[in-house]
């Protein structure tokens, strides 16, 4: 009985514990709002999310490119965003890390906003990117400028019906800037940043083609710190030796938080040359 006793005891410490630990989403938040750079690892799948956490980092970017490229499709809407949503539940179920979804559009209008956000929800995931392309949207590196863009009032419509639907209130929206990558403007950049602030958005997502910093530093200064900034260094760090970015000190100085990093394209090199194939085989 006595066994029987403590058993029961340890197990109601450890749901204590577990009901007293902050949530992801709130994990999340605090990422975003930290004094300090913080940084995000890209993950597609239940494997990769486990490594990320076994090498330290405090959150995860679900990319969008990752995880269409993980099924073998482009990242053009052409994995379905169920797919995904399964995707991210074997995700969160290999650790307890704060996951941030590349959402791309939302997956259509503002009705498929809000059944994505209660699915997310429903799996643990801390948040939700989304940007304001046209759906189904394209990949943002391809050639060409001037990028068609999303209806602004549609994208804040978007925007305040996430945040309407969510009912954990530290669940993230972050607003996706593409106006600089797209060719539109730093103008541009700035007002509909601050629409999307004004919806409700809980951080803004500034993203350029360039691979120096200059643009991104331009939009900060200008932004002033009104909410949290998130970057996606796609070419804009160098990486120093370590692997730590070079320009991190600069960009936590412009009110910068979270840096999303992705890997896919090191992973997809790394089979593909002959160099790293199983020893067994040669």
């Not at 995000?40 to 959150?59: C, D, T």
């Not at 099924?71 to 797919?83: I, L």
């Not at 549609?154 to 305040?160: S, T």
């Amino acid at each position: 009985m006595k066994s029987t006793d403590g058993t029961l005891s340890s197990t109601r410490d450890q749901a204590h514990e577990r009901a007293a630990a902050p949530s992801r989403a709130a994990k999340l938040r605090a990422m975003l709002h930290s004094p300090e750079l913080e940084f995000l690892m890209e993950a597609h799948n239940g494997l990769s999310a486990r490594i990320v956490k076994e090498a330290g980092y405090k959150g995860i970017w679900a990319s969008g490119l990752s995880i269409s490229a993980q099924f073998g499709v482009r990242d053009n809407n052409e994995a379905s965003w169920t797919q995904v949503v399964d995707m991210l539940e074997f995700m969160a179920d290999a650790g307890d890390l704060p996951i941030l979804l590349d959402g791309d559009t939302g997956y259509g209008n503002f009705n498929n906003m809000r059944r994505l956000v209660r699915k997310l929800e429903q799996r643990g995931i801390a948040g939700v990117c989304i940007e304001d392309k046209q759906f189904p949207k394209t990949n943002s590196f391809l050639n060409g400028e001037r990028q068609p863009l999303a209806n602004i009032e549609e994208f804040v419509g978007k925007i305040a019906a996430g945040k309407d639907t969510q009912t954990d209130p530290n669940f993230c929206v972050v607003a996706r800037v593409e106006a600089l990558i797209a060719g539109w403007g730093m103008d541009e950049a700035l007002r509909r940043a601050e629409a999307y602030r004004l919806a409700g958005a809980d951080a803004i997502l500034i993203h350029s083609k360039s691979s120096k910093p200059d643009e991104i530093l331009t939009f900060t200064r200008e932004w002033a710190r009104r909410s949290p900034v998130v970057i996606v260094p796609t070419r804009l760090l160098q990486h120093a030796d370590g692997g730590v970015p070079q320009g991190r000190d600069q960009h936590r100085d412009m009110g910068e938080s979270p840096g999303a990093c992705g890997r896919v394209r090191h992973a997809v090199r790394g089979q593909r040359d002959p160099r790293h194939r199983d020893i067994g085989q040669r």
